[in-house]
């Protein structure tokens, strides 16, 4: 009886770090979606009236689960606290969906890496076309994408045809090839991210299913 109740209390102990880290991390995985979202790069072309809704599927997908996983810490603590089978099966069944979204999150950044970079691309690339048709239209448009990629046109040569490309470039990059880049960059990381998390959601799992498994014990002894 004592050895179960101090078992139980270890166990509970281990949930309740989980459950500040999980929080924690959380809290990380929603500032890191934000941040590809609306920083940097890929905010100029989430912009654009064509925005690459393959890459930002796989976010949307993050963010969600890293919401999520703010909030499933109030199941986990409040069944460790009150020994609640309910809660922690709540708290099992929520990590159970956080870990089906990183994984989906994950597979997706790794797989639709090359869709998502041919997507962008193509956005580059038709707002190039429809610059050589009418410059003043969209100068500003290219000359932002140009600034956030460090890079000119689609050609190393074309810096001297009239593009308005970003001061202090001395070599001008092909943008076409920045964009692989940076998206094979971001996708990789994003990849990574989900996977990882899915990876911890799997101890909390665990944690819930033996602190589940201590309390029937110990309510069937007495």
């Known amino acids: ?4 109740r101090e078992e ?11 459950n500040l880290s999980f929080w924690l991390a959380g809290l990380a995985v929603i500032a890191f979606g ?11 072309f989430a912009s654009d009236k064509k925005p690459p809704e393959y890459f930002f599927i796989g976010l949307y997908v993050l963010v969600g689960a890293g919401a999520l996983m703010t909030m499933v810490g109030f199941f986990g603590c409040c069944g460790a606290a009150r020994e ?11 990590l159970l969906v956080i870990f089906a979204a990183e994984v989906t999150a994950g597979v997706f950044a790794f797989i639709g890496k090359k869709v998502a970079i041919q997507e962008v691309q193509k956005i580059y690339e038709d707002i190039y076309d429809e610059y050589m048709k009418n ?18 046109g689609k050609d190393n040569m074309e810096q001297q045809m009239g593009l308005p490309c970003p001061e202090n470039i001395q070599m001008p990059k092909n943008c076409l090839v920045e964009i692989q880049n940076v998206l094979d960059a971001n996708l990789h990381l994003l990849g990574i991210v989900g996977i990882a998390i899915a990876g911890i959601t799997i101890f909390g799992m665990i944690f819930s299913m033996v602190l589940c498994c201590a309390i029937r014990n110990t ?3 007495i």
């Open 135 to 152: 410059p003043g239209k969209v100068n500003r448009t290219i000359y932002h994408y140009h600034l956030a990629l460090q890079c000119c």
């Open 8 to 18: 139980m209390g270890r166990v509970k102990v281990l949930l309740f770090v989980f």
């Open 219 to 221: 309510r069937e002894m």
């Open 84 to 94: 609640s089978q309910f809660l922690l099966g709540a708290f099992f069944a929520c």
């Open 34 to 44: 934000l941040w590809l979202r609306f920083g940097g790069v890929m905010a100029e």
């Open 1 to 4: 009886m004592g050895t179960a």
